[in-house]
């Protein structure tokens, strides 16, 4: 028969697990609400997180690190939900004024996650992934390690995949062309450690993209 302090330990554990559970069921249900509004960017944000994900690794993060990135990720672009369709699945470029309010997503998903207090260590990722090492971002001009690293690594992320995967008015570039891109970029609009790290990661980034291609 098992002591009280058995009983209690079990008892722990089992609330640990239903945490747990719900804890991911709500960043899945957030992730499929990005693809329902919008399967482009759902499907953008499921690559973006792999492609962070092992970029993280490559860093040598700590697991806890990993794990923000691992829920963060695939939420980055979750503001675009309140985005207009004119704009979000608008088949060309944008105005500038339709890009100001293109950018409000980041605000916008940033005040959704932090709703949910277990989320809020993805705030700086899902606000903060667009802002640039030169300080030429949005939506604050963060520059250089004031931005988070989560959001520098996101950035990176998004950007490959931004440059590799068409669109409905532009077709992407060779993974090769993306890279040397990316290389042209260290020290001004990414990280050079990130992006030095991502370079080193070149082999499983396009596995990864095989990988989709075939699902």
Same mark, same amino acid.
């Given at each position: 028969?098992? %002591?009280?302090?058995?009983?209690?330990?079990?008892?722990?554990?089992?609330?640990? %697990?239903?945490?747990?559970?719900?804890?991911? $069921?709500?960043?899945?249900?957030?992730?499929?609400?990005?693809?329902?509004?919008?399967?482009?960017?759902?499907?953008?944000?499921?690559?973006?997180?792999?492609?962070?994900?092992? !970029?993280? /690794? /490559?860093?040598?993060?700590?697991?806890?690190? !990993?794990?923000? &990135?691992?829920?963060? *990720?695939?939420?980055?672009?979750?503001?675009?939900?309140?985005? *207009?369709?004119?704009?979000?699945?608008?088949?060309? @470029? !944008? %105005?500038? =004024? =339709?890009?100001?309010?293109?950018?409000?997503?980041? %605000?916008?998903? *940033?005040?959704?996650?932090? !709703?949910?207090?277990?989320?809020?260590?993805?705030?700086? &990722?899902?606000?903060?992934?667009?802002?640039?090492?030169?300080?030429?971002?949005?939506?604050?001009?963060?520059?250089?390690?004031d931005i988070p690293l989560a959001a520098r690594i996101v950035a990176v992320a998004e950007g490959f995949d931004a440059m590799v995967i068409d669109t409905p008015y532009r077709k992407g570039m060779p993974v090769e062309e993306a890279f040397a891109e990316l290389e042209k970029q260290q020290g001004r609009q990414?990280? @050079?450690?990130?992006?030095? *790290?991502?370079?080193? $990661?070149?082999?499983?980034?396009?596995?990864?993209?095989? $990988?989709?291609?075939?699902?």
């Open positions: 028969m098992p %002591t009280q302090y058995e009983s209690l330990l079990a008892t722990f554990e089992k609330n640990l %697990t239903k945490q747990r559970e719900l804890f991911l $069921s709500t960043v899945e249900n957030l992730a499929k609400a990005i693809c329902l509004r919008d399967a482009y960017t759902g499907r953008h944000s499921q690559r973006v997180a792999r492609f962070a994900f092992h !970029l993280g /690794q /490559q860093l040598r993060l700590s697991r806890e690190d !990993l794990a923000v &990135i691992g829920y963060g *990720a695939p939420l980055h672009d979750l503001g675009k939900i309140g985005v *207009a369709d004119a704009i979000l699945r608008k088949p060309g @470029p !944008l %105005t500038p =004024e =339709e890009f100001d309010v293109m950018k409000t997503h980041t %605000t916008v998903g *940033a005040k959704i996650v932090e !709703l949910v207090p277990d989320l809020r260590p993805a705030v700086a &990722i899902v606000r903060w992934h667009h802002e640039r090492w030169d300080g030429h971002g949005y939506p604050d001009g963060l520059a250089g390690e990414y990280d @050079p450690n990130v992006i030095a *790290a991502f370079l080193r $990661s070149r082999e499983r980034v396009v596995e990864t993209m095989e $990988s989709f291609k075939a699902s």
